[in-house]
């Protein structure tokens, strides 16, 4: 009998999981113990094995592709077995999917039936934020012919008025906006094609309701327009008619457009124009001009790109988004002398295989202060606050995908030693998603270093149910003030985000104080 395999949940926090890779295909022999696929969750990358024998006869969820948990993910069972049963919504949406697909088939060529050589033009979107044009004003009527690049209308965005030109050859068979009225971006603005061609059942007009006073005070504005036009042109006879598309495309290639015969309506410069420009090699006699003229730079272009998220960096968005605008974030700096930290890693690492760093000392000093401030140790559940017993540090590691925080179990329990070894050993296998999901659960308090990259000070956001976080910046070599005289001194900052829920500032500032007191005296960590 079929088994129906659904998506794990293999973190505490998981809700749903993506499928990296699918090592077996439908029709597949699958035994116990076989990897099935690979699981990406909101932390790590885990394979997933498979408990029972048999065929794979379905997948649930394609490869790259992500499902919440417990959905069918897969179903096993005896080769040629009927599981039309246990694909559930599946099947129905497929179902559903067939039959609504040959209603659309049939819909559509009432509402695209095009007569041949026609073409119907729609409202342009002339800007990244434009949703409906206005037709300022036509510069053809329903019968004129109309030629590749001639004027057809000037249409008002949001932005300003640009003229708009045609990309095509023939008669101007139906507008679809009137002068003066509006219409969304991609609807119906005109109809070009062959003389005589009915197009009455070609798209609707989708100009906006105009009121009645409207026209009668915008013909006139427009007549006066339609007057004033030749005036200006006449006024300005050095004045080169080009349209605004190619005026652009022409300082982008870095054409003089006082070089280029136009082939539009009265000799205008028209796209067409700009794109078949071939510069003539240069006489003398032209020389001086060209040389009076401004040069143009010719920028490249860069072109825009995306990547798709995974599946752990939708999840960092959404935790981080979360503790950001649900927890009262507040935070403490504070500087500490580093001249003794520094001595005493000098000794420690002077040691036969032992090698730590200044990030573990900071570890082990946290973890200590944390035993003597156990609020700072605790979380926030709604009517009440949870005190944790154990001492488990989460530390921060960048990954290509973002981050990830592995923690440290009983951290104040363990050595400089063994927290230099977890450390490089969590953050190694965390890059290369090699992290179990329990390596990053139950964390009582978080550290993230950024000192390696010379950052000084910043501040984190909270990563829950943690009530505090510690920012650590680089430490700092500089002038500081030592028994009422200046010698230089090496300094580090410290910033603690607290949920204000739990930590009350008083409480913060005298974790700070005790942890400052353990780095400026390393000593007092065996007392």
Known sequence: MAE?????????????????????????????????????????VQDFESEIEGTLLYVGVEEGGAAAVDTVLAIIGNEGEDISGLTGGAAATEEKKSEEEPKAETAAPAATEIPAGVEVITMPRLSDTMT???VAKWHKNVGDTVKEGDLLAEIETDKAVQDFESEFNGVLLKQGVEEGGAAPVDSVLAIIGPVGTDVSAVGAPKAAAQSAEKPTEQK???????????AASSSS??????????????????????????????????????????????SAASAPAASAAPVAVNFVQGEDTETQNSQVRNIIAKRLSESKFSAPHYYLMVEINMDKAIEARKEINSLPDTKISFNDM?????????????????????????????????????????????VLKNTDQMTYTQISASVKDMASRAKSKGLKANEMEGSTFSISNL????????TSIINQPNSAILSVGAIIEKPIVKDGQI??????????????????????????QTLRTYLESPLTLLL
């Not at 129906?4 to 699918?22: C, F, H, N, Q, Y």
């Not at 006139?220 to 030749?230: L, Y």
């Not at 028209?270 to 090699?281: C, T």
Request: glycine residues 10%; aromatic residues 4%.
């Open 451 to 458: 000192g390696m990259f010379g950052i000084e000070t910043f």
């Open 362 to 406: 900071i570890i082990k000093a946290t973890a200590i202060a944390l035993r003597k401030h156990p609020q700072v140790n605790s979380s926030w559940a709604g009517d009440k606050i949870i005190h944790r017993g154990n001492i488990n540090i989460g530390v921060a590691v960048a990954i290509p995908d973002g981050l990830v925080v592995p």
């Open 132 to 134: 409906e044009g206005k």
């Open 237 to 282: 006879s050095d004045r080169v008619a080009i349209s605004p598309l190619a005026k652009k495309m022409a300082q982008d290639k870095g054409v003089d457009i006082n070089n280029v015969q136009g082939s539009g309506e009265n000799g205008r410069i028209v796209k067409k124009d700009i794109e078949n420009y071939q510069p003539a090699a240069k």
């Open 4 to 44: 129906v395999i659904t998506m794990p949940r293999l973190s505490d926090t998981m809700t749903e999981g993506k499928v990296a890779k699918w090592h077996k295909k439908v029709g597949d022999k699958v035994k116990e113990g076989d990897i099935l696929a690979e699981i990406e969750t909101d932390k790590a």
């Open 220 to 230: 006139p504005e427009a007549k006066a327009e339609e007057k004033a036009a030749p």
């Open 487 to 512: 010698v230089v001194g090496n300094t580090m900052k410290l910033s603690l985000a607290c949920d204000h829920r739990v930590v009350d500032g008083a409480t913060g500032a005298q974790f700070l």
